[in-house]
């Protein structure tokens, strides 16, 4: 197949009128006037953005499904409904549970095969690991301490596809955990109430990462700059962004944008089962949800995971923020796989990645979905 005509966006964050052909699954060529062989397939993209499917890294269910139900219905649900999205990549969040609970989850994750392609990259473990008084929606009765033989265990179970660990770095007293498993996979922070000198030392000693920046952290201020501050100031490390509008102001996704770069911001959804779903009831780490007009809260209030898909967040991102298009993009699709290392899996649109291909509209409707090259979402332009 050759996608022709299209405004294809690039590794390097900007759009260029070329041509993409896709050979087993996989970009073959980017390149212009690409010459089809006999019978080649070609789809006209004319006037349509061509860009990767895009990586959420931080999600824990969608369409009434829960990634911890540990089942291949709730995995195929929920992948199925993200690649219809336009999400094609996805690195889905575990929460914090009993032991045995999170070893059926890991166990059934390593063992999933997935009918639309690799969609799941990975699982990002978000818990036990965290603060109390930062919890959010953690379950308080299965907190502990950082442990790095209960973390190899679940890496085990689901023969190493833990992609990151989340941490509150006050916990992990002498930075162990950390030093020590940041060898093994990318460590986050998160759930946390350390300082800015806490959290520097953190990184320094190997964590790379800040789950949902900004949420479930102290506040950014003048004098107490915390982990924002510590993070931005040590370049290497990605911080994800939940920009439904809901988790954080658009004034601060703009102020992040500014800080920190698209290079570095990593948009996630963080969302859960109500997300596809109409208001009503639901559960988030076995506890009851309230959801209405997409704000997911406990009882006590507390937020608890969005009812967004990333591409919600990316429209919203782009026309209610008034976010460039090409940083939203890089944004949730390359930065995302290069902060967890599967960037040549996916990402962008560059030879030997997979063909995860989205076709948008001016208004950022998706028009067709292309997974390792094969339609998933057919063009409403008819071809």
Same mark, same amino acid.
């Given at each position: 197949m050759i996608i022709r005509n299209g405004q294809v966006f690039l590794p390097e964050g900007r759009f260029a009128a070329v041509d993409v052909q896709i050979a087993d699954g996989k970009i073959g060529k980017v390149a212009s006037e690409i010459r089809a062989g006999e019978g080649e397939e070609i789809l006209d993209a004319a006037g349509l953005y061509v860009a990767p499917g895009l990586v959420d890294i931080h999600l824990h269910g969608c369409v009434g499904h829960d990634f911890c139900e540990g089942s291949t219905e709730a995995?195929?649900? !929920? =992948?199925?409904?993200? /690649?219809?999205?336009? @999400? =094609?990549s996805i690195s889905a969040a575990t929460m914090t549970l009993g032991e045995d609970t999170l070893a059926q989850v890991f166990s059934a994750a390593g063992d999933y095969r997935c009918p639309y392609g690799k969609v799941l990259r990975g699982i990002t473990m978000e818990g036990p690991f965290v603060s109390k008084a930062k919890k959010g929606a953690q379950n308080e009765a299965f907190l502990r301490t950082p442990d790095r033989a209960f973390f190899e265990k679940m890496q085990g179970l689901c023969h190493g596809m833990i992609r990151q660990v989340v941490v509150a770095p006050e916990e992990d007293r002498d930075f162990t955990f950390i030093r020590e498993v940041s060898k093994q996979t990318v460590v986050s922070v998160a759930h946390t109430t350390a300082d800015y000198d806490t959290a520097l030392e953190a990184f320094v000693q190997g964590a790379?990462? *800040? =789950?949902?920046? +900004?949420?479930?952290?102290?506040? #950014?201020?003048?004098?107490?700059?915390? @982990? /924002?501050?510590?993070? +931005?100031?040590?370049?290497? @490390? #990605?911080?994800?962004? !939940?920009?439904?509008? !809901?988790? *954080?102001?658009?004034? *601060? @996704?703009? $102020?992040? #944008? $500014?800080? +920190?770069?698209?290079?570095r911001i990593c948009m996630i959804s963080d969302s859960m089962m109500a997300a596809g779903m109409p208001n009503g009831s639901y559960e988030l780490g076995g506890q009851p949800v309230r959801v209405k007009d997409r704000l997911a809260v406990l009882a006590d209030g507390t937020i608890a995971g969005s009812a967004s898909s990333l591409m919600d967040c990316l429209r919203k991102t782009v026309l209610e923020m008034k976010i460039p298009l090409e940083e939203a993009l890089l944004a949730s699709t390359l930065t995302p796989a290069r902060s967890l290392g599967i960037e040549k899996e996916c990402g962008s649109i560059s030879v030997g990645s997979a063909a995860d291909l989205i076709l948008l509209n001016e208004k950022l409707e998706l028009q067709a979905v292309l997974k390792e090259g094969k339609r998933c979402l057919q063009s409403r332009r008819g071809e």
């Open positions: 995995m195929d649900a !929920i =992948t199925g409904y993200e /690649v219809s999205c336009g @999400v =094609t790379s990462h *800040v =789950t949902h920046l +900004f949420n479930a952290m102290p506040s #950014f201020l003048h004098r107490a700059p915390g @982990v /924002v501050g510590a993070a +931005f100031d040590r370049k290497e @490390v #990605f911080a994800e962004l !939940i920009c439904d509008g !809901i988790h *954080v102001h658009p004034s *601060v @996704v703009r $102020a992040a #944008f $500014a800080m +920190f770069g698209a290079e």
